[in-house]
């Protein structure tokens, strides 16, 4: 995360809710194209006006187009969405063909993406299929009834054999001969 | 969020418990595993901006055992802030005054200068002795394990064993024992 993303809305990959499964409900709802009938800069827009926009309003019925020429202007496309985001494109000097590619990508979108900052990459509603760890998981049963604090649960248990008591497990095997598999041990 | 969901995030970010008991234990071999319980690091959860410490209940801190003969070089430094207000503390004056306070400055050193420092110190709860108070024992969960066997002394094992217990020589006739 960078400093200039910082006063972006955080938030996470979504789709929008089971849009397309069944039916598609275009999320575009308004674009509005500003431009100049002289400026130069507006040039590749009134190409994409001559040539493609009735065949863009044809195809989408659902979205409402509004042209606004103004004298002396830099050309702009602003998109409204269903979910009530206005995205404002300036589309200065661009060619027809860019342009062609911007409003399919205004139309195609599900609200204003690039205003909201990706926490991650991906997201699930279900991270664990086993459950989530909580602070009992893999503890022993045994602490569940044992009256703390208790030397058997506090005392450490990885230290290696001491002499002496190798000394006197050697002793009770001698004593005992064939009878060594119940000896008690230290541990 | 679901019931159900809400109730896995609750138990999830439980914070729990746990017991440590400081008989025979260096404080500062100590302080970097209670340090790792207060924060939290000993959790797979564990992330540096979620609160997921745990509480930590530190008994007997009055029977630590200091290394070689530190009790009486290591000294405790404090300034009063005016000229001429440096003062140094011996461990063993120190622990004196107060028995619970080696350790707690242990802990508080093994800890990296931060503004969530002092939050996590809130979260440790030192007794000189035994006695804990019944509201905070109740609590409590899990022990954490010492670090050093505590040794048993001669005279704490009962005189049958001592008697029983396998000899690898016998002393001469003629030793004199001092």
Known sequence: MSAKHMFLKPGFVRAPLQ??????????QRIVLKFCKSNGA????????????????????????????????????????????????????????EITK?????????????????RKYQYTDHPSIQGPWTPFTHKLPELNTAELPNPAFGANN?????????????????????????????? | MSAAKRVQQWATFARSWHIFDCKWQDPYESANIIKKYLM??????????NDCGDVVVAINSRDIALRGDEWRTRAYFHHTGYPGGASWTLAWELHNKDPTMIIKKAVYRAMKGNLQRRHTMQRLFIYP??????????NVT????????????????????TKT??????????????
């Open chain 1, 19 to 28: 849009n397309g499964i069944g039916r598609y409900v275009c999320q575009l």
């Open chain 1, 42 to 97: 507006s040039r590749g827009m009134r190409d994409f006006i001559e040539q493609d926009l009735v065949d863009f309003a044809k195809v989408n019925p659902g979205v409402v187009v509004y042209l606004k020429p103004r004298r002396h202007r830099g050309p702009v496309v602003v998109a409204e969405y269903l979910n009530g985001d206005r995205v404002w494109m300036s589309v200065h000097n661009k060619t027809h063909a």
């Open chain 1, 102 to 118: 911007w409003i399919e990508v205004l139309r195609t979108q599900q609200g204003n993406n690039a205003s909201t900052r990706l």
């Open chain 1, 158 to 187: 990885r230290l290696p054999m001491s002499a002496t008591e190798q000394l006197r497990l050697m002793f009770e095997a001698q004593k005992l001969g064939e009878k060594s598999d119940d000896l008690k041990t230290a541990e």
């Open chain 2, 40 to 49: 939290g690091l000993h959790k797979p959860i564990y992330h540096p901006m």
């Open chain 2, 129 to 138: 002795g035994e006695n804990v108070p019944e509201d905070v024992l109740q």
């Open chain 2, 142 to 161: 899990n022990q954490i394990r010492q670090i050093r066997l505590v040794p048993t002394r001669l005279d704490q094992i009962p005189e049958e064993v």
């Open chain 2, 165 to 178: 217990y396998p000899k690898v020589m016998d002393y001469p006739e003629d030793y004199v024992l001092k």
